[in-house]
């Protein structure tokens, strides 16, 4: 390793996202998923909206969750074990979306190549 590099704190992230992607034929499964998630957290979980065609820099049709860095441990440890056959993009909120999307995002699932240019 470098001995210039410069680590950040995990104080940098304000909040995470996890975007659950879906298709024409996942689509009530992932409207399931959805309810089955507004069940569990209520409202300590923000959901987004319902995309139903690729939006910003995600391929696939997705929902947005929500969270603090206090309930990353729950909401993640949760969508390890129950995604099913669902592919999770996971990424925090430093400021710097760029870079939360390409440099520090987690997939679990199956991982897809985002449309970086809709952040630059």
Same mark, same amino acid.
């Given at each position: 390793?470098?001995? +210039? #590099?410069?680590?950040? +704190?995990?104080?940098?992230? !304000? ?9 024409? =034929?996942?689509?009530? =499964?992932?409207? #399931?998923?959805? !309810? ?5 957290? &209520?409202?300590?979980?923000? %959901? ?25 441990? +729950? *909401?993640? &440890?949760?969508? #390890?074990?129950? $995604? ?9 909120? #430093? &400021?710097?979306?760029?870079? +939360? $999307?390409?440099?520090?995002? *987690?997939? %679990? &699932?199956?991982?897809?190549?985002? *449309? ?5």
């Amino acid at each position: 390793m470098n001995s +210039d #590099t410069t680590f950040r +704190d995990s104080s940098a992230i !304000e909040s995470w996202h996890a975007h659950i992607y879906f298709d024409a =034929a996942s689509r009530d =499964a992932a409207w #399931t998923f959805r !309810e089955q998630i507004a069940a569990r957290w &209520g409202d300590e979980l923000q %959901i987004g909206r319902f995309h139903e065609r690729p939006v910003g820099p995600h391929p696939m049709w997705s929902y947005q969750l929500a969270f603090t860095q206090a309930q990353f441990a +729950d *909401v993640v &440890g949760w969508l #390890t074990l129950n $995604h099913g056959e669902f592919d999770v993009f996971l990424h925090p909120n #430093t &400021g710097d979306a760029l870079r +939360d $999307h390409r440099d520090a995002a *987690v997939w %679990i &699932g199956r991982s897809y190549e985002l *449309v970086l240019k809709a952040l630059m």
